[in-house]
Nanobody
Framework: QVQLVESGGGLVQPGGSLRLSCAASGFTLDYYAIGWFRQAPGKEREGVSCITYSDDNTHYADSVKGRFTISKDHAKNTVYLQMNRLESEDTAVYYC???????????????WGQGTQVTVSS
């Protein structure tokens, strides 16, 4: 059974950090790109970052470039999203997803996790 499980969300003050995890089971990340998306209330789901399956190339949305870092632990079959210098605009539910290649289009992704809430507030 294919499954993606996110964890690591929570409440953090502006300027703080969080690390999200996306643990995959039922398939290996060696053959899938993993994307992180987020969705704030009343807004569309937007791509945040993606890491390719083959050479671990990384991609970032302009809004998070320089603050977020995506990485992969092949042995643990897990992808991480390190989020630094968090801003109130980063508040959203964060989802990880799997696709044959990186894309900013949610429809390109085959599998989704249940999401984890990130709230940035003082």
């Amino acid at each position: 059974q294919v499954q993606l499980v996110e964890s690591g969300g929570g409440l953090v003050q502006p300027g703080g950090s969080l690390r999200l995890s996306c643990a995959a089971s039922g398939f290996t990340l060696d053959y899938y790109a993993i994307g992180w998306f987020r969705q704030a209330p009343g807004k569309e789901r937007e791509g945040v970052s993606c890491i390719t399956y083959s050479d671990d190339n990384t991609h970032y949305a302009d809004s998070v470039k320089g603050r977020f870092t995506i990485s992969k632990d092949h042995a643990k079959n897990t992808v991480y999203l390190q989020m630094n210098r968090l801003e109130s605009e980063d508040t959203a539910v964060y989802y990880c997803s799997a696709a044959p290649f990186c894309s900013w289009q949610p429809l390109e992704y085959d599998y989704w996790g249940q999401g984890t809430q990130v709230t940035v507030s003082s």
